[in-house]
């Protein structure tokens, strides 16, 4: 008898995941949305707009500008914490695409939130998983008029930062214009250990973020693009106008991981 | 006791109902995914191979394998529409491109390394002279982008495949359910072509296999006995490789200051694809500088010109490079180095005895195969 009542216990295991979509459930999860809002020193990022200065006094533009972000946590304290669902957890922030900037949360439990913690680029486990992982923002052959494409096909892995622009202070490149391009990757190496540029941020909310009844409450993080110069490793583009995968990518990884910050909460 | 159960049996039961009902009410639209229909194909592994490295679960099929077929064979898959996959991997060949030292892109484009042979793919660890690709699902990106290559995208080969002849939406449909097509589905497509081109009927394996001894010559079987002895912990086991990465002293330090005015293009490509660091650009370790993948020797004698820049034309020219023709840098493999002296003595006899061998590796029915071959030029095409 113990053993049916075992085995009914785990076949209504087996049976609550199809019931996780019904209509029912969704009245106690609410949406919750992050926007990221891209700066460069507090005025908000104008692309392809020499108006942008890092403390070497190097004058600059951005012509293109993406990260990934993913493995999305609200924070619960300091021990827990309500974890966006895997496949749902990957996006892609873009400069030229406005809608890009905004996350969706659409399932998030009623509770009180301290803050949030992400990655910047996509984890090692999602990047050597097979093709069908690889849908939406994490197809691999995806490739944008403004940003190109965000992978390295020759030595799989996402670009989990580009950043792409112009200086008069950078050197010529082989097609006569003063460029500067930025291709950050490396999730640690498949084979053997490798690049790992992986980082993980958390930004902490002064005031608890209460997710229940009511409107939908959006946080706003300033990304302060100007920290990719000047974050601990300052960054000249007179020297290195170009990092691609390279030991150099390092630096330029710790310096985007400071680049946010929170700005305000809305709708509490 | 007997309640409770009836009482659990009701609300299960109630549950799923309502898991249904929702599921009526609420019409799924089903994202198109890669899961491919119909009865798999079970890989044959080949009784004197190990068992296949690439994932299990990894279902395969036959409108799946049809349907990678056609796309290998379609030069709708480059910019130009006459650049296919199967440009540089040619069936005739060993799936490479005999006689071209640099894989032959669009516009005669010329990319930086030769075209390795697509066969025995699923006992693979990674792909590539470097490695870079560590699943066979991303292999064809690398020639689908490079701009030397296919030069190509996923949305002008989307629009090409769906205005084709070809009923390409009709084989998307057969092989995973729906007719989108998608770059998941694709991509899945070639992989289980590709999963398909094992090379395991040569004379050697039937000769290893036990099936017939009598197979190989006097000259040949004493240059398995030395190819034993002298090639055989790189290129090891029944796939003829470790897969690992290794600088075998091919001349590799020219610099970009040493191009001529006056030189020809293919001079000029030459020398820097001399300078091409390997394992390293994956790696980023200056243990791995110049190294480059251990390749299978299986049918090699079709497979040339070799190594990882095709700089070697015959295969005489190999087995003199390893035997005289070493160069000395700090990352050289350690079994070309005995005390003061580099290589693996060889004779100019035993050289000869172990291509004789070499040859033995040659699988004409692989190459031959109707299943394989471009499918508008065979009859047992339904094109």
């Given amino acids: ?268 | 006791m007997k309640k409770i159960l009836f009482y659990c049996f009701g609300l299960i039961g109630t549950l799923m109902l309502l898991a249904q009902t929702c599921q009526t009410t609420k019409p799924p639209q089903p994202a198109p995914t890669v899961t491919v229909i119909g009865p798999p194909i079970p890989l044959a592994v080949p009784a004197n191979f190990p068992q296949p490295r690439l994932d299990t679960s990894l279902k395969i099929t036959a409108a799946g394998v049809a349907l990678g077929r056609v796309l290998f064979y379609d030069g709708d898959l480059s910019s130009n529409r006459q650049i296919a996959c199967a440009t540089c991997h040619q069936q005739a060949n060993a799936f490479t491109h005999h006689g071209h030292r640099l894989s032959h892109g669009v516009d005669d484009r010329l990319s930086r390394r030769n075209a390795p042979p697509i066969q025995n793919l699923v006992w693979a660890k990674n792909f590539f002279w470097d490695g870079g690709v560590h699943h066979l699902d991303f292999t064809p990106l690398t020639a689908l982008r490079d701009t030397a290559e296919m030069n190509s995208d996923i949305e002008a080969i989307r629009f090409k495949l769906e205005h084709s002849r070809i009923d390409y939406n009709g084989m998307f449909d057969k092989a995973y359910g729906t007719r989108e097509i998608t770059s998941q589905r694709l991509l899945r497509a070639l992989t289980q072509f590709m999963s398909q081109l094992v090379s395991a009927s040569s004379r050697y394996d039937r000769y290893s296999r036990g099936e017939d001894t009598t197979l190989l010559t006097k000259q040949e079987k004493e240059g398995l006995q030395l190819f034993r002895s002298k090639c055989s912990q790189c290129h090891q086991g029944e796939l003829f490789t470790d897969y690992s990465f290794r600088n075998n002293g091919l001349a590799a330090t020219r610099k970009r200051e040493e191009l001529e005015f006056g030189m020809t293009e293919e001079q000029k490509v030459r020398l820097l694809a001399t300078r091409d660091e390997g394992r390293y650009r994956v790696t980023l370790n200056k243990k791995d500088r110049y190294k480059f993948r251990v390749p299978s020797l299986r049918n090699v004698q079709y497979t040339g010109p070799y190594m990882h820049d095709g700089r070697f034309t015959v295969l005489a020219q190999v087995l003199r490079h390893y035997a005289t023709g070493i160069e000395d840098s700090p990352t050289l493999d350690p079994r070309l180095r005995k005390g003061k002296k580099l290589g693996i003595p060889m004779t100019d006899d035993e050289q000869k005895k172990i291509i004789a061998f070499l040859k033995t590796l040659s699988d004409p029915e692989f190459m031959k195969d109707p299943r394989y071959a471009d499918p508008r030029l065979t009859r047992y095409s339904k094109l």
Avoid: C
């Fill in chain 1, 1 to 268: 008898m113990k053993l049916i009542l075992i085995l009914l216990v785990l076949s209504s295991l087996v049976a609550l995941p199809h019931q996780r979509t019904p209509t029912t459930k969704v009245g106690d999860r609410h949406r919750v949305s992050i926007h990221f809002s891209l700066q460069v020193d507090e005025q908000p990022l104008t692309l392809d707009s020499l108006r942008y200065t890092n403390r070497f006094g190097e004058r600059y533009a951005l012509s293109s500008l993406a990260f990934y972000v993913s493995n999305v946590r609200l924070l619960r304290g300091e021990q827990a914490a309500y974890a966006i669902p895997q496949d749902s957890s990957y996006f892609l922030i873009r400069a030229a695409d406005r809608p890009s900037q905004t996350l969706s949360l659409p399932q998030v439990p009623p509770g009180t939130y301290t803050g949030v913690e992400f990655i910047v680029g996509v984890d090692s486990l999602r990047s050597v998983s097979d093709i069908s992982h690889r849908t939406g923002v994490l197809d691999p052959t995806e490739v944008t008029e403004e940003d190109g494409a965000m992978y390295w096909e020759w030595n799989s892995g996402y670009i989990f930062l580009k950043m792409e622009g112009y200086s008069p202070q950078a050197p010529l490149d082989p097609s006569g214009r003063r460029s500067f391009q930025y291709h950050i990757g490396g999730f640690g190496g498949y084979d053997e250990p490798g690049l790992n540029n992986l980082k993980r941020v958390r930004v902490l909310f002064p005031r608890a973020l209460t997710v229940g009844k009511g409107a939908v409450p959006q946080v706003n993080l300033a990304v302060n693009l100007n920290q990719v110069f000047d974050g601990p490793n300052p960054i000249r583009l007179s020297r290195t106008p170009s990092i691609m995968f390279s030991p150099a990518s390092k630096q330029v990884a710790d310096n985007y991981a400071t680049m946010f910050s929170l700005q305000s909460i809305q709708n509490q």
